[in-house]
């Protein structure tokens, strides 16, 4: 993943690769969003899931501009495919698909961002902080609990429309449940994490 941010930021008259690349590429709300996302109380991304994101968006304009057909869910399949260094024959595969369709995929890989450019590009390019919130407790850990079940959901729906689409899962229109659920061994309830959380107790402190 080539990246040259490095130390060298806008202070010192150098452009972030991060901005070049809105820039070229005609991204610019892209960066007011990536504040946003950086800086929510809610619903936060790390910089390394921006990172992440930017390079799917990268990927997708370089895909439009080719006029590379796309399904819902192509671009982020293509994307876990280049970056998964458990993929190597579909990552060949896919890259050899792309080339045949005019895609200049070394260029584009050669853009992809690491969270490092991400973090410059926010901290010195827009000047953005992020402030931890006080919120409570348990309001937080609820956010954060339902972000995790919805990256599980979300990665292993892609796993398995990747599978089912390179024929080596035989699988009808379906869809993903993510349930986590939690037993009190003492008064043998269980409950749903988010309802538990919300509740505050198990059926101990009815006992």
Request: glycine share 6%; with cysteine; charged share 40%.
């Amino acid at each position: 993943m080539g990246d040259t941010d490095g130390a060298a930021g806008s202070g010192r008259g150098r452009r972030s690769k991060v901005a070049r690349l809105i820039d070229q590429k005609e991204l610019e709300p892209l960066g007011a969003e990536l504040e946003r996302l950086w800086t929510a109380d809610e619903n936060r991304r790390s910089l390394r899931e921006l990172a992440s994101y930017f390079n799917r968006r990268l990927l997708r304009r370089a895909l439009e501009e080719a006029n590379v057909r796309l399904v819902d869910g192509e671009v982020e399949n293509i994307y876990r495919l280049l970056t998964d260094g458990d993929a190597t024959a579909d990552r060949t595969r896919i890259r050899r698909r792309l080339e045949r369709e005019g895609v200049d995929i070394d260029a584009i890989e050669s853009d992809f961002v690491t969270y490092q450019a991400i973090r410059t590009y926010l901290k010195k390019h827009r000047g953005a902080e992020y402030t931890p919130d006080k919120t409570d407790p348990i309001e937080r850990e609820v956010a954060n609990i339902q972000q995790l079940r919805g990256r599980v959901d979300s990665v292993t729906e892609g796993k398995l429309r990747q599978l089912r689409e390179t024929d080596r899962l035989d699988l009808g229109p379906f869809r993903t449940l993510v349930d986590v659920r939690v037993v009190c061994e003492d008064c043998n309830t269980q409950f749903d994490v988010i309802e538990l959380l919300e509740r505050g107790h198990c059926d101990c402190s009815d006992a």
